[in-house]
């Protein structure tokens, strides 16, 4: 992997900036990350969801800039999550794909990162909630410090989950050390073969309170199937249904601790990944079933966080980013109900594809940057994303750090340009495809059109795909052949982007 690292001339801020939109000077700002999972572009009210209410989402939209083209780097979430924490594309590392529980750090500690920059300038940096970058450097030993994490890149305080909430091991890992661990009852983990007389989710359906549908059928923990093998840690692991309010308390204690000084908080949230299993507060709130459910819970945490930093008299002074790292899936794994009890409700909006593709929803995202008194509201067309929040919040705290990829669109998240990127690579399970203005070309690619687990279109095809996403952003008329002089430059620019990794998939090369 092509490893970016870090400058040794830091320049030092003398605890102020000179603010960007007055010529007055103020305390450096707070800085606030949330981080939905599996969010869909239509899932939220500012976005067209009329079945759903997300209210304090909206306010967020309607108080800030809302982005309409708005971009994960990836349609999936490891390399969404590295993307956005290193300012990288996710292609140029070949291990950035979806990691087992049990997998390495994925981010090199030298690597450059979003908390790394900002802790340079004096900032504390939190990391609350999801994880899923890799933990320790191989064959790690859940009953002692867990490192490299994610202090070792950057963050002051951590509380995570390892992966995500369907994969083992499930417990919370605060600072490298796992939460409640009793020492008498060590954690044991293993992707490949299950501990003797362990029960499992495909041999023991009758323990379970949710039935799997695909992947999902080994350790049980909770009543819950999960994805690889567990032993012991028992008086360690979480509760799911509490899970929202833990990393939320989490974060209001970390905003409440550190208020009298600037803060950076990326608080990634879990929902509406699987297993959704909303507080019994949020049981039947939405009519949509767990995963609707999940998202009215998620919506509250929110509003709940910022109450807090209302109450704190900090959100005057805090830049909030929120968004997804990639767009929408229903049944991804879990009998939930999520697709029986959909109605009319659109997860993707007006967008093709989904989770793990490379059409629109797979990367388009809800996108907002909120700044009470400092960004009047507005709709912003302008092309932005997720790899280019490093590099603008370097320039706004006055950092010389800057990310390999990432584009310095500062006045454009402070909605004082509309002028964004010309274009950005976009990424699913490794395929790339590129948008530039207003188009997007998928290159050919093997494999199937639908993955029928997930039943959600890939963009796979054995044909070059164009699109006009001014005129047809549902990607329903392929114009490849009719604008040939646009498909070339589409490419073109696409393989100058993507160097010699163009060359070594088959596919792409030129007809």
Not at 186 to 213: R, S
Not at 258 to 274: I, N, S
Not at 302 to 312: H, K, N, S, V
């Amino acid at each position: 992997m092509k490893t970016k690292f870090k400058t040794l001339l830091i320049p030092l801020l003398l605890g102020a900036y000179a603010c960007v939109g007055d010529a007055d000077v103020q305390e450096k700002p707070n800085i606030v990350v949330i981080y939905a999972d599996d969010l869909g572009y239509g899932d939220v009210g500012a976005y067209g969801a009329h079945e759903l209410e997300t209210p304090n989402i909206d306010g967020l939209a309607s108080g800030g800039v809302k982005f309409t083209n708005g971009y994960a780097s990836s349609a999936t979430c490891t390399p969404s999550r590295f993307a956005l924490l290193t300012g990288e594309y996710p292609w140029r590392n070949e291990d950035a794909n979806i990691l087992p529980g049990t997998a390495p750090l994925l981010i090199d500690t030298a690597q450059i990162t979003l908390p790394e920059m900002l802790k340079a300038e004096g900032y504390q940096t939190a990391v609350v909630g999801k994880w899923h970058l890799g933990l320790g450097s191989g064959n790690v030993d859940w009953n002692s410090k867990i490192a490299p994490g994610p202090n070792e890149v950057g963050f002051d305080y951590s509380y995570i989950m390892a992966a995500t909430q369907d994969r083992v091991p499930t417990v919370y890992i605060e600072n490298g050390n796992v939460v409640r661990l009793n020492e008498d009852d060590p954690i044991q983990v293993n992707y490949q073969k299950n501990f003797e007389g362990e029960p499992t989710g495909k041999d023991n359906p009758e323990l379970l309170k949710m039935k799997w549908h695909h992947g999902h059928n080994s350790s049980i923990v909770n009543g819950i199937p999960r994805i690889g093998y567990m032993k012991g840690g028992e008086s360690a692991k979480w509760v799911d249904e509490n899970m929202a309010d833990t990393f939320l308390v989490r974060a209001q204690q970390y905003v409440k601790k550190y208020k009298d000084e600037p803060f950076f908080l990326y608080y990634a949230m879990q929902q509406p990944h699987v297993p959704r299993t909303p507080h019994p507060r949020f049981v039947g709130k939405s009519g949509l079933g767990p995963r609707g459910d999940v998202i009215v819970e998620a919506d509250w945490c929110i509003g709940q966080f910022i109450r807090t930093l209302e109450e704190e008299e900090l959100l005057e002074n805090t830049l909030i980013i929120f968004s997804s790292d990639n767009g929408p899936v229903l049944n991804d794994g879990y009998y939930d109900n999520a697709v029986e009890k959909l109605g009319d409700h659109k997860p993707w909006g007006p967008l093709r594809g989904g989770k793990y593709s490379l059409f629109e929803a797979g990367t388009r995202v809800p996108f907002i940057t909120y700044w009470k008194g400092t960004i009047k509201p507005t709709v912003s067309n302008a092309l932005v994303s997720q790899i280019d929040i490093l590099s603008s919040l370097s320039e706004l705290v006055g950092s010389d750090l800057k990310g390999p990829d990432s584009k310095n669109l500062l006045d454009v998240f402070l909605g004082k340009s509309d002028k964004g990127r010309d274009q950005v690579i976009l990424e699913a399970t490794s395929r790339t495809a590129i948008r530039k203005g207003g188009w997007i070309m998928i290159p050919p690619y093997e494999g199937p059109a639908v993955n029928e687990l997930v039943n959600i279109e890939l963009g796979n095809s054995d044909e070059y795909q164009l699109y006009n996403l001014k005129e047809d952003v549902g990607q329903r008329t392929n114009l490849a052949k009719e604008k040939p002089e646009k498909l070339k430059e589409m490419i073109e620019t696409f393989k100058s982007i993507r160097g010699d990794a163009y060359g070594k998939v088959k596919q792409l090369e030129l007809h």
